[in-house]
């Protein structure tokens, strides 16, 4: 009686630690697995060091794949890749040893008949991304705090996350976040720093009447597992995220971002810490960048 009631304790105490420790189980997938489902799930192949892909092959589905050979004979293709991802800063080309990259987004083609701001209420996109990266050493410190350093320009403190948002060690971390379109628009409606920026580039009651028409939901989760790297995100607009799940469930993604609640507030507490730093080249971007 006395060794059941020792492995009791043993087991709440192990509970417990996973709970408070932030859940750190996280994705572990080797490049060669992630282009086994990217065959499995029947998409197009596409070449690093081609032009990208046509939209209705990211239709479709497509992925990318670099191994140690490909990497050894073009080590600037994986530069430019890593630099592309904003990820060069952290890591070192040098100790890649292989990755893979993939795509898929439904209803992609509907954006080029995009005329005006309004025929978003009109289309619906379902889509995701995945990125599995090898390297050669351990990057999860210095891999999380990059992660933090990205979350702190938009006024976000890691310490203001929860556990099932945010976890970092020696040897594996994580970030994963959910937004509600909905929820984003009411939020963005009630600012008045985000209307008077809308206004001076756009319609305001056209403004509101378009976002009282979106639905949907957008979510991300990056991991790191050691020298391990997973990343996907996606969502859809006007449907039901089908492709996130998918990838999800097909990549054997430890969490779906999609599960993790919103946090209002701290959405709230980021568009104004966007419009206060980014404001001027928001609306520059609005008025030059969009081919609307």
Known sequence: ???????????????????????????????????????????????????????????????AYADEDFIEDDPDEVEYFLRELGLSEVIDSDDVKSL???????????????????DLADIELDGAVALQISLDDNYAEDFMEYVEDLLDTIGIDSKDLTNKEFYSS????????????????????????VMDLIDSVYD???????????????????????????????????????VLNSFVSSYGASSNPLKVPMDEDLVSD???EIVDEYGDYLKYFAYYGLDF
């Open 1 to 63: 009686m006395k060794k059941i009631k020792v492995m009791a304790c043993l087991v709440a105490v192990a509970i417990i630690s996973v709970l408070f420790a932030g859940c750190g189980k996280t994705t572990t997938i080797t490049s060669e697995k992630f282009v086994k489902v990217c065959e499995k799930l029947k998409f197009e192949e596409f070449e690093l060091e081609d032009d990208g892909p046509e939209l209705e092959d990211v239709e479709d589905g497509i992925y």
């Open 270 to 272: 980021a568009i104004e």
């Open 100 to 118: 893979a990259f993939s795509a898929k987004c439904i209803g992609i083609e509907d954006i080029e008949d995009i005329e005006d701001p309004e």
């Open 170 to 193: 020696k040897n594996e971390g994580y970030f994963r976040f959910h937004i509600n379109i909905e929820k984003l628009a009411k939020i963005l409606l009630d600012n008045d720093d």
């Open 204 to 242: 305001e009651d056209d403004f509101e009447d378009l976002c009282e028409q979106l639905k949907g939901d957008v979510a991300i989760s990056v991991e790191i597992n050691g020298s391990n790297i997973f990343v996907v995100a996606g969502g859809a607009l006007n449907t039901k995220p089908t």
